[in-house]
Every structure is written in structure tokens, then in C-alpha cells.
T-cell receptor
Framework: DAGITQSPRHKVTETGTPVTLRCHQTENHRYMYWYRQDPGHGLRLIHYSYGVKDTDKGEVSDGYSVSRSKTEDFLLTLESATSSQTSVYFCAIRTGTYEQYFGPGTRLTVT | KQEVTQIPAALSVPEGENLVLNCSFT??????LQWFRQDPGKGLTSLLL?????REQTSGRLNASLDKSSGRSTLYIAASQPGDSATYLC????????????FGTGTKLQVIP
């Protein structure tokens, strides 16, 4: 599993509140990714990071921001949660041979 | 823009049958093709990774092939078991300088005892 953990694993929050999801890896991989998975849409890339303080947008980045102050941690923040952000969020790392490994996911419900 | 398609969306087979799952992609200039398994409510588990220079990879009862020229990959499962029931996703690796991996929407497999 490439030593990837996500926290929290489940969260219920109210519309308009900020939410931060954490991804932690233990193997010092340079590339880290945040995806969301929704029925009918599959996995969609939100943001990714290619090093400490180096991040870029994915295809569904509106309403999300990320930060990476340490190699091992990649944070995803919903600035003001909306019901459309109810989803399952997955963190992933990429190895040197371009193989991706995923964390266990965070199920987020915005009421 | 890369597009990845997996057909069928769902498949039901009797236990013991050999089966093939299909994955097609539109941009053949990919770096690799990766197959995943996802159980309900769980994360994605990597099954096989095929680099662009390879034509196939094998792991146990699984064999994945890659034909870049036709934009297709297949995942062959031999002697299917009920424990193989899951959703299988393929992901086309980055092409050119773009780091994005494009996922298919998956094939949901049910193996009936």
C-alpha cells in the first residue's frame, strides 16, 4: 500500500464550513495526487504536487486548495464546503516508474 | 485530451470461467497502462502496470496486455473465483509532459458461485 494514510476517514460537515483532509506517506515519493470519485464520473484529479511547495491544478480544482510543506504530507482544503463536494476523496502517490498507489479514502458528506 | 473507455460497465460470469476485461484509450502516446481493483467502499489496489515498451505483464491468474498502436489493453483473468468480484479500473499513464493519469469508469465484475 506504499504506506499511505488518510485522515479523517469519514467526515460530515455543514455547507459553508472549511474542511481539511490530510494525506500522509512514509516513502518520500515526490509526486502526490488528490482525486475525487463520484458515481458516473469515475476518478477525477483535483490537484497534484511534484515536490514540496510545488503544486498544480487538475481537472476539477475549483473550490479546492492544496498545500505541501513537507514531503510526506499533502493537504486538501475545501475553502467553503458545498453539497456538490460530497464525495469520496482519494490520495495517491506515484513511484519513479510511474506506478500509482492509493490511500484508503475519505468519505465526506456536506449537509 | 485522453479518453479512456471500459466496456462493458458490468459483467457477470459463473465461477471457473476465463474472462477478458477491455480498456481502450484515444491517445496512444502513453507512458504506461495500469490496472486496479476496487472493492466496495475501499480504495484502489494496483494489480498490474505495463510500461509502454512492454506488451504484457502477468501476476498469478492475471495477465494484462497492451497494444499502443490500436489504443487497447486487456486484463485476462483465468479460472475466475467469487473473490474476484470487484470493480476493475484501467488508467492510461501520462503522455508527453503532462503528468495527469486518465482513468476509465471501470467494469464491475460479479463471479457467481
Amino acid at each position: 500500500d506504499a504506506g499511505i494514510t488518510q485522515s479523517p476517514r469519514h467526515k460530515v460537515t455543514e455547507t459553508g464550513t472549511p474542511v481539511t483532509l490530510r494525506c500522509h506517506q512514509t516513502e518520500n515519493h515526490r509526486y502526490m495526487y488528490w482525486y475525487r470519485q463520484d458515481p458516473g464520473h469515475g476518478l477525477r484529479l483535483i490537484h497534484y504536487s511534484y515536490g514540496v511547495k510545488d503544486t498544480d491544478k487538475g481537472e476539477v480544482s475549483d473550490g479546492y486548495s492544496v498545500s505541501r510543506s513537507k514531503t510526506e504530507d499533502f493537504l486538501l482544503t475545501l475553502e467553503s464546503a458545498t453539497s456538490s463536494q460530497t464525495s469520496v476523496y482519494f490520495c495517491a502517490i506515484r513511484t519513479g516508474t510511474y506506478e500509482q498507489y492509493f490511500g484508503p479514502g475519505t468519505r465526506l458528506t456536506v449537509t | 485530451k485522453q479518453e479512456v473507455t471500459q466496456i462493458p460497465a458490468a459483467l457477470s460470469v459463473p465461477e471457473g470461467e476465463n474472462l477478458v476485461l477491455n480498456c481502450s484509450f484515444t491517445d496512444s502516446a502513453i507512458y504506461n497502462l495500469q490496472w486496479f481493483r476496487q472493492d466496495p467502499g475501499k480504495g484502489l489496489t494496483s494489480l498490474l502496470l505495463i510500461q509502454s515498451s512492454q506488451r504484457e505483464q502477468t501476476s498469478g491468474r492475471l495477465n494484462a496486455s497492451l497494444d499502443k498502436s490500436s489504443g487497447r489493453s486487456t486484463l485476462y483473468i483465468a479460472a475466475s473465483q467469487p473473490g474476484d468480484s470487484a470493480t476493475y479500473l484501467c488508467a492510461a499513464g501520462p503522455s508527453g509532459g503532462y503528468q495527469k493519469v486518465t482513468f476509465g469508469t471501470g467494469t464491475k465484475l460479479q463471479v457467481i458461485p
